[in-house]
């Protein structure tokens, strides 16, 4: 119904840059909110970074100032661009998204497959 691609992740030395991209794609009508969420080996998932319809973004502390999060309305990507990289910012990578389709039109959460990041020197 909603498939979500991610892409972008990869291994980069400390104070490195990497830039994320999600796309989704299907029956989809609405997307309201879209985010990031990593998840560490053996710790709980945690939201990276938020970002509205309207465009208004929201992030966790611990990355504030370094990554910047945008979206493209008209080709239903999210972005995640991650500057200073920190070896604390290892992860897999999650995009996330509210959306309403055609199929089912009220708004539903939908996840991408994840993508890994590792920041290593």
């Known amino acids: 119904q909603v498939q979500l691609v991610e892409s972008g992740g990869g291994l980069v030395q400390p104070g490195g840059s990497l830039r994320l991209s999600c796309a989704a794609s299907g029956s989809i009508r609405s997307i309201f909110a879209m985010a990031w969420y990593r998840q560490a080996p053996g710790k709980q998932r945690d939201l990276v970074a938020t970002i509205t319809s309207g465009g208004s973004a929201n992030f966790a502390d611990s990355v504030k100032g370094r990554f910047t999060i945008s979206r493209d309305n008209a080709k239903n990507t999210v972005y995640l661009q991650m500057n200073s990289l920190k070896p604390e910012d290892t992860a897999v990578y999650y995009c996330?998204?509210?959306?309403?389709?055609?199929?089912?039109?009220?708004?539903?959460?939908?996840w991408g497959q994840g993508t890994q990041v590792t920041v290593s020197s």
């Open positions: 996330n998204i509210r959306a309403a389709t055609a199929i089912l039109p009220v708004v539903t959460e939908y």
